[in-house]
Structure formats: C-alpha cells, structure tokens
T-cell receptor
Framework: DVKVTQSSRYLVKRTGEKVFLECVQD?????MFWYRQDPGLGLRLIYF???????EKGDIPEGYSVSREKKERFSLILESASTNQTSMYLC??????????FGQGTRLTVV | AQSVSQHNHHVILSEAASLELGCNYS??????LFWYVQYPGQHLQLLLK??????LVKGIKGFEAEFIKSKFSFNLRKPSVQWSDTAEYFC??????????????FGSGTRLQVQP
C-alpha cells in the first residue's frame, strides 16, 4: 500500500521560530509537492521537487524554502514563522503527470 | 497565469438529486485532469482521472467526468447523490510549466452538502 507520511499531525509554534515540516514517501516517486490548504482557497502550491536537490517555486513560495537531500524525503521550512502561515500543510508525491498520493496533513498554528 | 477554476464554492442538494460541478482550466498544452475528494477529517483521495482517449471517464462511487477540450472543461457529474457524498471536491490539472516541468495545480474546491 502506497504511503506518504508527514512527521506531525498538529504543530503549534511561536512567531519568528524556524519550523520544519517533514514528508516521506515509500513509492520511489520522482515528484514531491508541498501545498497549503485554506478554506475557500483550495490547495495552493508552495514548492515542488522533481529530483533530489532540484526544486521549483509554486504559486506562493514567499516565506518558505524546501530541501530534498534524499529521493524519499521532502522538507518544508518556514524560515521565520508568521501568523499568516497558520494553515493546513499537505505533502504529495507522484510520478510526473500521474495520480498524486497525499499525506494526512499537518495543521500548523503560529501564535 | 495558468489556473484552475471551480465555479461552485458551496452546493447543497437533497439525496437523489443530480450533481454537476464545473471545472475550467487555462493551460494551453497537453494536460492530465483529475478530480479528488476529501471527506471530513480524511485524506484527499482520487475520484477519477483523464489522460487521453474517451473523454467521458468513470470513477469510483458512481462519479463520472467529461473532458471538453474546446471549452477547457472537465466537469464532474453524478446522477443521484447520497448523504455519504457530503465532502469537498477538488479539480486538479497536471501540466507543463514554463520551466518544462510538470506541476499539479488545484482549483479552490467545492463543498458539497447532501441533505437526507
């Protein structure tokens, strides 16, 4: 059974903290994605990666960075968390053009 | 800019009513199209997908979608909804970006509420 695992289901962080969200997939997929999901806005693409150490900006990359040192792991980094980054964060993996598989999501609250 | 539009943000239906949710996209090249569903408290899961061939595709739970290339549309349909179809529905498009890489872009979602 395919699996995308996000390291935390719920996180509470303080404004200005550096935050790491981790995602691991066991399907040997090339592509991995980070989205944030907000009511009425759907899923907005933050960054994606098409290979180890390769990344591309999505629609809303400001305030975020990513790291992909190994094929199975894709990390989202909030360099200095702000309250407007309070959201649900979803990781997904896929072969190019194919169906995406999602993690269970991380609900991040920045206080 | 490339985008995916879902016109209905919140739909309320009675059981047994027919459903059609609209999805339009603005990508000019070859696209792969998806509908995902998110039941309350659950992961996103795939309802159906279109890559090529017959533009009418059937998915799980009695859902179907029709790809109309000339209208850049991929509308989701179900003849008779059930209370258990209450969920949020997302249209998604996989297309090549200017960089030559494929990205997966989602619409803003449609919240479907089915009343018993």
């Amino acid at each position: 059974d395919v699996k995308v695992t996000q390291s935390s289901r719920y996180l509470v962080k303080r404004t200005g903290e550096k935050v790491f969200l981790e995602c691991v997939q066991d399907m040997d997929h090339e592509n991995m994605f980070w989205y944030r999901q907000d009511p009425g806005l759907g899923l907005r693409l933050i960054y994606f990666s098409y290979d180890v150490k390769m990344k591309e900006k999505g629609d809303i990359p400001e305030g975020y960075s990513v790291s992909r040192e190994k094929k199975e792991r894709f990390s989202l980094i909030l360099e200095s968390a702000s309250t407007n980054q309070t959201s649900m964060y979803l990781c997904a993996s896929t072969e190019p053009g194919a169906e995406a598989f999602f993690g269970q999501g991380t609900r991040l609250t920045v206080v | 800019a490339q985008s995916v539009s879902q016109h209905n943000h919140h739909v309320i239906l009675s059981e047994a009513a027919s459903l059609e949710l609209g999805c339009n996209y603005s990508y000019g090249g070859t696209v792969n199209l998806f509908w995902y569903v998110q039941y309350p408290g659950q992961h996103l899961q795939l309802l159906l997908k279109y890559f090529s061939g017959d533009p009418l595709v059937k998915g799980i739970k009695g859902f179907e979608a029709e790809f109309i290339k000339s209208k850049f549309s991929f509308n989701l349909r179900k003849p008779s909804v059930q209370w258990s179809d209450t969920a949020e529905y997302f249209c998604a498009v996989s297309a090549f970006m200017d960089t030559g890489r494929r990205a997966l872009t989602f619409g803003s979602g449609t919240r479907l509420q089915v009343q018993p």
